[in-house]
């Protein structure tokens, strides 16, 4: 199992070190070069959506991955990954690589709960610890989107065919279930796709 991470900015290592204690094999996505590479799997740490939007295309990473993405590689993002993965951005007309039918709302849980940490259901996996940085919930999603958990009342974990996304950043606790989760429910099944290897 290969799995690329986007180490532009954010929580990047943290990703690594968790996927690699689940025996995955991991490296960064720096260059073109990188983004072009075998893979089973892709993840989108958090960080700043805007920041990492526009490192995105000006080093040339942007169209190789949405063309990895579309094309049917799974993919996790975490917090900004959940944005930059989403249809629509609240407030903006700005969208990134629209591969999960939702609209999120950023910095959504307001300066009391800019940063917090709760535990909550998580479909498939049972009752995981979660850390949220000012992070976005999901605002609306269409049917075939199938929403994971709740926080606070609002939806923050989702998932539509390939594609996962959760507002809470997994890699900053000790449990690896979420991410268990992402090799074994996508990463696993879509491993051996012509659409996951190099294009």
Do not use: W
Not at 6 to 30: P, V
Not at 45 to 71: H, N
Not at 161 to 177: F, I
């Amino acid at each position: 199992m290969r799995i690329g991470v986007l180490a532009l900015q954010g929580g990047f290592a943290e990703h690594i070190r968790m996927l690699r204690s689940l025996q995955a094999d991991t490296f960064e996505i720096r260059r073109r070069e990188d983004a072009l590479g075998r893979m089973d799997g892709l993840v989108l740490p958090g960080g700043e959506s805007t920041a990492i939007g526009k490192l995105l295309k000006d080093l040339g990473l942007f169209g190789p991955l949405k063309e990895r993405i579309r094309g049917g590689l799974p993919t996790f993002g975490t917090c900004a990954g959940m944005i930059l993965l989403a249809r629509r951005i609240s407030g903006t007309d700005t969208a990134y690589f629209g591969a999960i039918d939702i609209e999120v709302k950023r910095n959504a849980f307001g300066r009391q709960l800019g940063s917090f940490f709760t535990e909550a259901p998580f479909k498939g996996i049972g009752t995981v610890p979660m850390t949220f940085i000012r992070a976005p919930y999901i605002e609306r999603a269409a049917p075939e989107v199938e929403i994971l958990s709740l926080a606070d009342g609002h939806p923050v974990a989702a998932r539509q065919r390939h594609v996962l996304a959760t507002a809470c950043h997994p890699e900053l606790t000790a449990d690896s279930r979420i991410h268990r989760y992402f090799i074994e429910q996508l990463c696993a099944a879509g491993a051996g796709r012509r659409d996951c290897l190099t294009l």
